[in-house]
């Protein structure tokens, strides 16, 4: 599968942006997908993941209800709603998908494909 991310930009602290990942190439409801960052000098980390239906998902902890996570399997799409930015929040934002019918999941060593991301910018 093919991932590409979009929706990243320079926003101001307090705002909010939308990403997006659009899929192709297999069957996209038979995957779990998650979002992942990567700020200037750090390891990426996990952000967000949700399962094959879009029933189930999870969050880092430093997303304290700011972030959500969404997906339409009807569109190969899946989004992540970010509000309430912050300046720690700049990074490269990254799709990623792995085959599995199971519980979305936080651990990147899962995940099969990748995108090449989009950089978030929070700054006045």
């Known amino acids: 599968v093919q991932l590409q991310a979009s929706g990243g930009g320079l926003v101001p602290p307090g705002g909010s942006l939308r990403l997006s990942c659009e899929a192709s190439g297999r069957t996209f409801s038979n995957y779990v997908m998650g979002w992942f960052r990567q700020a200037p000098g750090k390891e990426r980390e996990f952000v967000a993941s949700?399962?094959?239906?879009?029933?189930?998902?999870t969050y880092a902890r430093f997303t304290k209800g700011r972030f959500s996570i969404s997906r339409d399997n009807a569109k190969n799409m899946v989004y992540l709603q970010m509000n309430s930015l912050k300046p720690e929040d700049t990074a490269v934002y990254f799709c990623?998908?792995?085959?599995?019918?199971?519980?979305?999941?936080?651990?990147?060593?899962?995940?099969?494909?990748w995108g090449r991301g989009t950089l978030v910018t929070v700054s006045s």
């Open positions: 949700i399962n094959w239906s879009g029933g189930r998902s």
């Open positions: 990623a998908a792995v085959i599995s019918r199971g519980d979305p999941s936080s651990d990147g060593r899962l995940y099969d494909y």
